[in-house]
């Protein structure tokens, strides 16, 4: 049905959104979501850098999803990412709609992607493009993600937000949730 957003697009909306504002004012994620709930503009501050940088504008490939991100961010076509806090920041937002942004879930997820696979940095990469192992999520072979999600040098715009949002799905139909990924809550690692 064109015109019409997906439950997906909605979330994946609210959160460029709130990392967005964030980044404007300069606040916390936390501030940011707090004041937002209480129908109040988040106050500027300096307690933290701000959570988002806008990567390479013009990106093609994306999905609607991180099209409509984008034109909620009012930013040229482009992509919500940058620094690992961002990204992390908005790995949590994303993983929400999977109902694991808090507890086992997260822990395990922000232990995986921030310990063991990529830092969550957009740009990890483990050999050489396209067999190795790239983004946040080190998706093996990396042409495997969207090409949205692929370096820059490939053709892709090195989207975080496809990247996160390729690696929660493929999580989900894999392990189940990212509490039963093995090694990450503390069993051996094989990497996936």
Do not use: C
């Not at 969550?120 to 990396?142: D, E, F, V």
């Amino acid at each position: 049905m064109a015109g019409q957003l997906s439950g997906k697009a909605v979330v994946i909306t609210a959160a460029g959104f709130v990392l967005f504002w964030s980044g404007l004012k300069n606040a916390t994620l936390k501030t940011t979501l707090t004041s937002l709930l209480k129908g109040q503009n988040p106050p500027a501050t300096s307690e933290t850098p701000p959570l988002i940088g806008v990567a390479t504008a013009g990106a093609s490939g994306g999905s609607a999803a991180s099209s409509a991100l984008a034109a909620s961010a009012a930013v040229p076509p482009a992509d919500l990412t940058g620094t690992e806090q961002a990204n992390r920041a908005l790995g949590k937002l994303l993983a929400g709609s999977y109902g694991w942004a808090t507890g086992a879930n997260w822990q395990a997820l922000d232990y995986g992607w921030g310990t063991l696979e990529s830092g969550w940095n957009n740009s990890a990469l483990n050999g050489s493009w396209p067999s190795g192992a790239y983004g946040i999520p080190q998706a093996h072979p990396g042409n495997k993600m969207p090409k949205a999600a692929w370096p820059v040098s490939a053709g892709g715009s090195n989207s975080a937000t496809e990247q996160i949002l390729w690696g929660l799905a493929y999580i989900k139909s894999t392990y189940g949730s990212p509490s039963q990924v093995p090694g990450w809550t503390g069993g051996p690692y094989d990497g996936y």
